[in-house]
């Protein structure tokens, strides 16, 4: 497999200092090359993508990491947004949550979910799961380019 030219924007979306400061881990354990933004809830992650407020530069992600479980909007809500936009709608997002609820994985793939990953409470176990996201978003399928 090859190695993209250039990084990719991944936007985090996550409340959760400890799963914030994890998930840097991984992309730094794994030598991850892409550029990640975080965010803190929902709200500001629409602001993010529309780039609004104290996100006017922002960049387009290539690919959102979202959690479920956030203040202000959550994660449904933001998801929802995200692939009803015809501007947003191509961006790829992986639900990154703790939860394993049937209920949670079906609602996800019906609002158009790329993937959901349930997150593994073992450090060494998030690492790896981070590292396949990449590896799998980035090494193998082909992203559009952003604007």
């Not at 998930?23 to 709200?43: C, S």
Request: charged share 30%; glycine share 2%; aromatic share 6%.
């Amino acid at each position: 497999m090859s190695t993209p030219v250039e990084p990719i924007q991944v936007l985090l979306v996550e409340d959760d200092p400890g799963d914030e400061l994890m998930t840097r881990e991984a992309f730094e354990d794994n030598k991850i090359r892409n550029t990640l933004h975080v965010v803190r809830d929902g709200e500001e992650a629409l602001d993010f993508l529309y780039r609004t407020n104290q996100h006017t530069g922002a960049p387009r992600p290539d690919l959102i990491l979202l959690d479920l479980n956030l203040p202000k909007y959550d994660g449904r809500q933001v998801l929802e947004r995200i692939k009803s936009d015809e501007e947003l709608a191509h961006i790829p997002v992986v639900v990154l949550t703790t939860s394993s609820a049937e209920e949670d994985i079906l609602r996800s793939y019906k609002l158009h979910a790329n993937a959901y990953v349930t997150k593994p409470v073992d450090l060494d176990q998030f690492i790896a799961a981070v590292r396949q996201i990449d590896d799998f978003f980035v090494t193998v399928v082909k992203l559009p380019k952003t604007t």
